[in-house]
């Protein structure tokens, strides 16, 4: 799997088409959009918990950074929120800037396999994208249905 020779004046159109490609794949976003509103989903539906004296089970948004202790206040946890989403967009930007950059390799390489290599990218930013946004936001979405069940039961506004 050795690139094909390219020569320095390619490579500006190259990385121009590669970022065009990641900006406009709805992959790259996806998993960051998820996790983000899961999250304050989550967040947003603990804070009548937290105004009841509740304690925070999340270590990540506790005061002391130690599971059930006090939590952090909601603008901080807000900011929590959004580095853990930039994180996730970060992850994504590598991942499908890197699968570009194979998948522009192998088209070179194999060019009558274009549509067979551009279908297994899809196949890999998409199981990627997918297996992120799960990974991080499952809990939070449960939690989030839990805490909305939970402060129903207890008259909580």
Not at 109 to 118: A, H, L, Q, W
Request: hydrophobic share 40%; proline share 4%.
């Amino acid at each position: 799997m050795t690139p094909a020779a390219a020569h320095a004046h390619d490579w500006p159109s190259a990385a121009a088409s590669i970022f065009t490609e990641v900006v406009a794949d709805p992959t790259t976003f996806g998993p960051a959009i998820t996790s983000y509103t899961a999250e304050r989903l989550d967040w947003k539906t603990s804070q009548v918990f937290f105004q009841h004296g509740y304690l925070e089970h999340n270590a990540q948004f506790t005061v002391s950074g130690f599971a059930d202790d006090v939590p952090v206040g909601y603008a901080a946890g807000k900011t929590i929120i959004l580095n853990d989403s930039l994180a996730d967009l970060g992850s994504s930007l590598v991942n499908n800037v890197t699968a570009r950059i194979v998948e522009r390799t192998l088209v070179a390489r194999y060019p009558k396999r274009e549509k067979f290599i551009r279908t297994i990218g899809w196949i890999e930013r998409i199981s990627f994208a997918i297996s992120l946004a799960s990974v991080q936001s499952a809990g939070h979405f449960q939690q989030w249905r839990k805490n909305v069940d939970r402060a129903r039961e207890l008259g909580y506004r």
